[in-house]
């Protein structure tokens, strides 16, 4: 399975991944991005349909912000607020 999340400290609000994949990434008031299914926690697998979208927005985030993992994230998720 696939898991992801926006490592909000380095997001600089670009914006592209909420454009690529609107059904996965999202902004809090700050402009700064969050991955929407799981409120950036990083622990609910991708479905096949949404590891499309993911692909997208993971390859062009220009400041790599976007991470993935073949398990669930157990760090500090970086909820929006
Ligand atoms: Fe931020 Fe990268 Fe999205 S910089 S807004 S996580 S494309």
């Not at 926690?41 to 096949?48: P, Q, S, V």
């Not at 993971?58 to 993992?69: G, V």
């Amino acid at each position: 399975a696939l898991y992801g999340r926006v490592e909000r400290p380095e997001c600089i609000a670009c914006g592209l991944c909420q454009m690529l994949a609107p059904d996965l990434f999202d902004y809090d008031q700050a402009g700064i991005a969050y991955y929407k299914p799981d409120r950036n926690t990083g622990t609910k697998a991708l479905d096949d349909q949404a590891t499309i979208h993911f692909r997208l927005a993971y390859k062009r985030c220009p400041t790599h912000s976007i991470k993935r993992s073949d398990h669930p994230f157990d760090a500090e998720p970086y909820t929006p607020t």
